[in-house]
């Protein structure tokens, strides 16, 4: 029955291979999602373990943030971007999942992000949720949540306003398009409340910025960032 069960595994492998969400190229038997070989090859970046990373700085003397760090590096046509992209556009949430207890398992134990309360996606507006069907933030903050123990809202943190591509603009006049783009719902649960906002890479922090500019303005008492990727 066994040696059935394993020539059945192996013709559905031949038939609906299942690939590596970094390479393309097929799994082993024991791999899930991510090769043994793209896992090992990921541009860590250690940023969790210290207050004045690159990210961090980014930031510094734009808002009073706690803390603020990207797991990855992300480079274009590099393996970071593939999973990202599958991620975003190829309905993979189960990589930000599987990326999100990774970023979780290192910020556990991490001094800045000791004593947080509740983990907050960045929203996508109404009209890009319905076109892509979920927000790929939310399932890497699941995956946070999920290491560290603590709740996930979708709730207090809403983008009211769809903003044009930002891709192109400088980053004044990125974050002078993102001003009063998110309103905070329930502000009465964020009060004193330590948030760990959680987006998938971060490029200029504008968004971000918004999102913890709009957070400390309704009375939380810190506001932490965690990113899976950092264009540098």
């Known amino acids: ?16 291979p299942n690939l590596c969400n970094a390479c393309g190229n097929s799994l082993f038997r024991h ?4 090769c043994i ?19 961090a700085k980014q930031l510094w003397g734009r808002l009073p943030l706690n803390a603020a760090m990207a797991m990855l590096y992300f480079r274009k046509g ?7 992209h599958n991620l975003k556009y190829n309905g993979r949430t189960d990589v930000g999942v599987l990326l999100g207890n990774m970023l979780g398992e290192r910020l556990k134990p991490a001094i800045l992000y000791q004593d947080i ?12 949720f319905k ?14 949540a999920a290491q560290m123990g603590i709740d996930i809202s979708e709730n207090h943190l809403i983008r009211n306003t769809s903003t044009e591509s930002q891709t192109k603009k400088s980053r004044y006049n990125r974050y002078e398009n993102m001003k009063a783009v998110f309103q905070v719902n329930f502000p009465e649960d964020i009060i004193g409340k330590h948030i760990l ?3 998938d890479v971060i490029t ?12 400390l303005a309704t009375g939380a008492a810190k506001v932490s960032i965690a990113a899976l990727a950092f264009a540098e």
């Open 1 to 16: 029955m066994l040696l059935v069960k394993q020539w059945t595994s192996d013709l559905l492998g031949l038939l609906f």
């Open 31 to 34: 791999e899930q999602l991510i």
């Open 37 to 55: 070989k793209c896992l090992y090859d990921l541009p860590f970046t250690d940023y969790h373990q210290y207050a004045d990373n690159r990210v």
């Open 78 to 84: 590099a393996k970071v971007q593939n999973l990202i």
């Open 117 to 128: 309360d509740i983990v907050i996606p960045v929203p996508l507006h109404r009209k890009k």
């Open 131 to 144: 076109s892509r069907g979920y927000n790929q933030s939310t399932f890497i903050a699941e995956g946070i």
């Open 197 to 199: 906002l959680v987006d």
């Open 204 to 215: 200029t922090g504008a968004t971000l910025e918004a999102c913890a500019n709009a957070l």
